[in-house]
């Protein structure tokens, strides 16, 4: 029998950070020596965001450089990891009678690659990725997760990569370093009390229990939703901690969430 995988939310930032050396991206890397090394991995990016639920089906997912006004060599970058069609089945199954569609088109994009070019250099492991439909409610997505929790059992490393707090046009972009914001602060500060005491409701209504603070955190929902499919698959004994901590440019959490051992 696999053993039970854990669950994981990364805050994954800018899409340089899969070139970069810092904090952050020495954090990642240190985690996959915490891990059970999987048989897969299902991971649902915030730059997936469309207008139904979609799972790639490829053997070869092609490497998206779904961005623009970088460096040269951040669209050099390539992540070769194998997809596995039979897991992309497995969840069509487990989410039935919701309608997923099988894609071919679609591969990884830099909110799975940028951080799993740190996690996992070699690209071995294969890789699944399930699109957010930005047509259903918040809960809709959390529910997906805990429809999705079984695949732990089966050796799956569920991952979601966003950003807790999100806001661009709040972001600093200069190279100078700045503080938080207090209102990101105060959001994610809320955010993991929530998730320590296992209390669910008001991160999944955040718009309606979170305050101002979630306008401004939130503004849009595709960075926060991927947290959401990762907090359904906990169950009631899987402890909860935060790898990786910090607020990038003011206004973009940094923070990663890790259910279970």
Not at 93 to 107: E, F, N, Q, T, Y
Not at 239 to 261: H, N, Q, R, T
Request: glycine share 8%; aromatic share 10%.
């Amino acid at each position: 029998m696999a053993p039970l995988m854990p669950a994981l939310f990364f805050g994954h930032g800018n899409p340089m950070n899969a070139l970069l050396r810092n904090p952050y991206t020495e954090a990642w890397a240190a985690m996959a020596a915490d891990l059970p090394r999987p048989k897969a991995i299902l991971c649902i990016s915030a730059h997936w965001y469309i207008q139904d639920a979609a799972v790639t089906v490829s053997t070869a997912p092609r490497t998206i450089h779904d961005f623009g006004g970088f460096p040269r060599e951040l669209y050099q970058v390539q992540y070769p990891a194998p997809g596995d069609p039979q897991l992309a089945q497995r969840v069509q199954k487990l989410l039935a009678p919701i309608s997923v569609r099988l894609d071919d088109h679609w591969g990884i994009d830099h909110g799975t690659w940028s951080v799993l070019t740190h996690v996992y250099p070699q690209a071995d492991i294969p890789v699944v990725q399930l699109s957010i439909d930005e047509c259903r409610p918040a809960s809709f997505h959390f529910e997906i997760g805990q429809r999705l929790a079984s695949l732990r059992e089966e050796g799956v490393l569920i991952m979601g990569s966003g950003n807790l707090v999100h806001n661009l046009h709040t972001y600093a972009w200069g190279r100078h370093i700045v503080e938080p914001f207090d209102w990101a602060v105060a959001f994610e500060k809320r955010a993991r009390e929530l998730l320590l005491a296992q209390e669910d409701q008001p991160l999944i209504d955040y718009e309606n229990k979170l305050g101002r603070e979630a306008l401004l955190a939130v503004p849009t929902p595709d960075h926060y939703l991927p947290l959401l499919y990762v907090v359904g698959t906990r169950l009631p004994s899987d402890p909860i901690s935060f790898p990786v901590e910090g607020v990038d440019g003011g206004s973009i959490s940094m923070l990663a969430v890790k259910i279970g051992g």
